[in-house]
């Protein structure tokens, strides 16, 4: 099976632009999962979606990010506009639903490449 | 709040030697599950392993083993005879029950493994 697909691996923008990064979770799983990492915050919870539907976006920084799930194998994750300080990698993960029997072990959230953002 | 604590910030250790990795936790929780991840300089997160609390159950996975011990609220990882491809920076985390009954993934930050030939 594949993985957890990110595109693209690396983006270099400059600062008020929009950004645009995309996740293919792993196909059956019911839970996607934004994530940022940075050296000063390591690797911090944005939002994630259960059955595409938005649950928890308290992590997320400020209103210039927003993410969605228009289907159970797409997200994004957009910032408009960025700034400097939003450069970090930001990983997409996904699971299977609590308590689900077979295949691998409920909760356990599996990575996507990350999406490394530069904003100049 | 849940807290994991990963103390050592960097190791260097010589190929074949034994390596200890340490976590510690933090959790009111009664249930909860331990996760490690390894992230090789690559970028990407690998999942290593997951335990639930009420499993204290050493495991070993090759040359990986982990050392759950709730008394002490760690959950040590160790390679044996590590190896250079074993360089990387290795996550611990820690569940947390959200209000929404799911558990999110609370994550220490990490050690970073340096294994040189």
């Known amino acids: 099976d594949a993985g957890v697909i990110q595109s693209p691996r690396h983006e270099v923008t400059e600062m008020g632009q929009e950004v645009t990064l995309r996740c293919k979770p792993i196909?059956?799983?019911?839970?996607l999962f934004w994530y940022r990492q940075t050296m000063m915050r390591g690797l911090e919870l944005l939002i994630y979606f259960n059955n595409n539907v938005p649950i928890d976006d308290s992590g997320m920084p400020e209103d210039r990010f927003s993410a969605k799930m228009p289907n159970a194998s797409f997200s994004t994750l957009k910032i408009q506009p960025s700034e400097p300080r939003d450069s970090a990698v930001y990983f997409c993960?996904?699971?299977?639903?609590?308590?689900?029997?077979?295949?691998?072990?409920?909760?356990?959230?599996?990575f996507g490449p990350g999406t490394r953002l530069t904003v100049l | 709040a849940q807290k994991v604590t990963q103390a050592q910030t960097e190791i260097s250790v010589v190929e074949k030697e034994d390596v200890t990795l340490d976590c510690v936790y933090e959790?009111?929780?009664?249930?909860?599950?331990l996760f490690w991840y390894k992230q090789p300089p690559s970028g990407e997160l690998v999942f290593l392993i997951r335990r639930n609390s009420f499993d204290e159950q050493n495991e070993i996975s090759g040359r990986y083993s982990w050392n759950f011990q709730k008394s002490t609220s760690s959950f040590n990882f160790t390679i044996t005879a590590s190896q250079v491809v074993d360089s990387a920076v290795y996550f611990c985390?820690?569940?947390?029950?959200?209000?929404?009954?799911?558990?999110?993934?609370?994550f220490g930050t990490g050690t970073r493994l340096l294994v040189s030939p």
């Open positions: 985390a820690l569940s947390e029950k959200l209000y929404t009954g799911f558990q999110k993934l609370v």
């Open positions: 196909s059956g799983h019911d839970y």
């Open positions: 993960a996904s699971s299977l639903a609590p308590g689900t029997s077979g295949g691998s072990p409920p909760d356990t959230q599996y």
């Open positions: 959790t009111r929780d009664t249930t909860y599950y």
